[in-house]
């Protein structure tokens, strides 16, 4: 099987990740794409009350969606939220590499904000060995939507400029750019419009949308 990971906090997942997902099966011939929601993330500090068991349960509702001809093209993998502490990609691809039946190297999909900063992640050289690297664009605002107080904040050693393009054009090791379509919508700005009291209904997928508001999550009142 031909299998791509996709991380991510998901806090929540939106239709920007669903696309992205989409677009690595439809036109890089994946078989299935692992959606991964990361324990504690290691280059951001969580901006919000939702547990990771929550966000699981929102990509699994998700993924229970989208079976395509009794085909499952999407799953939510829980190894990180299992093994706890700071989630490592370098751990959780050795995880799928030891419990998937993989016809290939596993694919890791990365935004373009974060590869910038590729070197200084944990293993970073041997995950370019037992992994191949997909590269998608980012939407790059909120939308004009004040996402203050809503924001995960970078810490650490992943606090520089997220927005230097020579950092990802000058970038080491082999990769596929995906041109992939770009959504204008974030989590965080998901985030501050329901808190706000605005409309957001169409930025999460149904299943998503559904226990947001059944879960009366991010401050989500009827």
């Known amino acids: 099987m031909k299998i791509a990971l996709l991380g991510g906090t998901f806090n929540p997942l939106h239709i920007g990740h669903c696309m992205l997902a989409d677009t690595v099966i439809t036109e890089l011939g994946y078989d299935k794409v692992l959606f991964i929601p990361?324990?504690?993330?290691?280059?951001?500090?969580?901006?919000?009350?939702?547990?990771?068991?929550?966000?699981l349960s929102m990509l699994r509702k998700f993924c229970d969606s989208a079976v395509i001809d009794g085909k499952r093209i999407f799953e939510a993998e829980d190894c990180e939220i299992k093994r706890g502490g700071v989630s490592?990609?370098?751990d959780t691809l050795k995880y799928v590499c030891d419990n998937y039946e993989l016809d290939q190297k596993p694919a890791f999909i990365m935004g373009q904000e974060v590869a910038?900063?590729?070197?200084?992640?944990?293993?970073?050289?041997?995950i370019v060995e037992i992994a191949d690297l997909i590269i998608a664009k980012r939407h790059p605002d909120n939308n004009g939507i004040d996402v203050?107080?809503?924001?995960n904040t970078p810490s650490g050693d992943y606090a520089a400029d997220y927005e230097d393009q020579s950092l990802l054009d000058?970038?080491?090791?082999k990769v596929t750019i995906l041109e992939n379509p770009v959504?204008?919508?974030s989590s965080t700005e998901i985030r501050s419009r329901i808190?706000?009291?605005?409309?957001f209904r169409y930025l999460v997928p149904d299943a998503v949308?559904?226990?947001?508001?059944?879960?009366?999550?991010y401050g989500f009142t009827k």
């Open 38 to 55: 990361t324990f504690i993330p290691p280059h951001k500090q969580l901006n919000t009350k939702v547990t990771p068991e929550q966000r």
């Open 88 to 90: 490592y990609t370098y």
């Open 116 to 126: 910038a900063q590729f070197d200084k992640w944990y293993q970073s050289e041997k």
């Open 148 to 151: 203050k107080g809503f924001a």
């Open 170 to 173: 000058n970038f080491p090791y």
């Open 183 to 185: 959504f204008p919508v």
């Open 195 to 199: 808190a706000n009291k605005k409309g």
């Open 209 to 217: 949308f559904s226990y947001i508001c059944e879960n009366n999550l």
